[in-house]
């Protein structure tokens, strides 16, 4: 079975600055990755997501993350965010046999920039 | 716009009543999920199905069942409420590869009392 540890609860930024959030997994076998992100009072949508080949992944509105398969790592990054990244984010793992997987979440992390 | 449309979008129920919510989606996906929100927990997956006809359970599946007659509907029934049940749900479907996008409804809010 998969699992998926987001390793802060909240993380607050000034405007500008640069901001990782973290994300660790567990897995017996390869998976994919993906990180969502939740705007106030609305669903989740997709930033990006990790299936093979480069370990540098580049998803919307300036977001990045990196898969290290040695420590079990999937962290999201922005080089200068903006209030508009306020958010909730969501690290999520999928097992790739079969056609379809079950979609595991992390606890979220809340991103707080300020002004 | 195609997508995922879940009703209601709030409610409050009183403890021992049934519920159940609906969710629909236009896209021919096959894969359909349930995820129930509380803060500090993340999304937890409630119930899941691959394909039209079957269904699994997932990481918090008692109090709740699913059924799936057809590939755009995925109802979630809440037999009893009970006010652990508090929380907002939210219905997921994608189409049937492990690698692809999880579209997302906007979320029922229920609150058991």
């Known amino acids: 079975a998969q699992s998926v540890t987001q390793l802060d609860s909240q993380v607050p930024v000034f405007e500008e600055a640069p901001v990782e959030l973290r994300c660790n997994y567990s897995s017996s076998v390869s998976v994919y990755l993906f990180w969502y992100v939740q705007y106030p009072n609305q669903g989740l949508q997709l930033l990006l997501k990790?299936?093979?080949?480069?370990?540098l992944v580049k998803g919307i509105n300036g977001f990045e993350a990196e898969f290290n398969k040695s420590q079990t790592s999937f962290h999201l990054r922005k080089p200068s965010v903006h209030i508009s990244d306020t958010a909730e984010y969501f690290c999520a793992v999928s097992d790739p046999r079969g056609n379809t997987g079950k979609l595991i979440f992390g606890q979220g992390t809340t991103l707080q920039v300020k002004p | 716009i195609a997508g995922i449309t879940q009703a209601p979008t709030s409610q409050i129920l009183a403890a021992g009543r049934r519920m159940t919510l609906r969710c629909t989606q236009d896209?021919?996906?096959?894969?359909m999920y349930w995820y129930r929100q509380d803060l500090g927990l993340g999304l937890r997956l409630i119930h899941y199905s691959n394909t039209a006809g079957t269904t699994g359970k997932g990481e918090v599946p008692d109090g709740y069942s699913v059924s799936r007659a057809n590939t755009d509907d995925f109802p979630l029934t809440l037999a009893s409420a009970v006010p652990s049940q508090t929380s907002v749900y939210f219905c997921?479907?994608?189409?049937?590869?492990?690698?692809?996008?999880?579209?997302f409804g906007q979320g029922t809010r229920l609150t058991v009392v």
């Open positions: 990790y299936l093979s080949g480069s370990t």
């Open positions: 896209m021919r996906h096959n894969a």
């Open positions: 997921a479907s994608r189409a049937d590869r492990a690698n692809t996008e999880a579209f």
